[in-house]
């Protein structure tokens, strides 16, 4: 199944993405408004299927990297057996079923093993991936809703192909602009 998909990245990242034509980051990151993303999903390469949120990423990454500028980034992916998210099979029966798989129903040692929230997130993400990898699924199409789609690709070199630039703005710009 191929499709098209976007990221939103600083400047500086998309020109070595785009000349490397391979991301060198995944997605757990601190922004400075106090919002965090984090790879629910495990060590991947996380995309959507809209440009305004791509932007909205793109805005965050650059301002915490002190870019001015911002790049949504557009790619072709390949998936050729994406394990599929949606209001009939949601986030939280995965995660449930991802931990009974490898922890065989006493999960709660996770808890007990690790510091903090992010610690856990990152833990649990991790079990979803070995799971969703020992099933054979190579990535996971997230229908958040109608209109958005999250995608999380797990072979990036095999998955990824002709990143270009699709969009450049101003941060500092649009900070100026009225609300």
């Known amino acids: 199944m191929k499709r098209t998909a976007y990221r939103g990245v600083s400047f500086n990242e998309a020109q070595a993405v785009v000349r490397n034509q391979r991301y060198g980051r995944t997605e ?22 809209d440009q305004e949120l ?24 390949q998936l050729n057996n994406p394990f599929i998210l949606n209001y009939k099979y949601n986030e939280t029966r995965l995660r449930k079923e ?8 006493s999960y ?9 929230s992010s610690e856990i997130s990152k833990k649990i ?24 789609i999250y995608y999380v690709l797990y072979d990036q070199s095999h998955q990824v192909e002709n990143i270009e630039i699709e969009f450049v703005f101003n941060i500092n710009k649009l900070k100026q602009q009225p609300s």
């Open 108 to 116: 709660n040692e996770i808890n007990e093993t690790m510091e903090n």
């Open 125 to 148: 993400g991790q079990v979803i991936m070995e799971y969703l990898l020992h099933h054979s699924f190579d990535g996971i199409i997230y229908h958040l809703n109608d209109e958005i």
């Open 54 to 77: 791509a932007a909205q990423y793109a805005f965050c990454h650059a301002e915490v990297e002190n870019d001015e500028r911002a790049v949504i980034l557009k790619q072709k992916i």
């Open 28 to 49: 757990s990151r601190d922004f400075l408004n106090g919002v965090a993303a984090r790879s629910l999903f495990g060590q991947g390469i996380y995309l959507v299927n």
């Open 98 to 105: 991802a931990l009974n798989w490898k922890y065989s129903d």
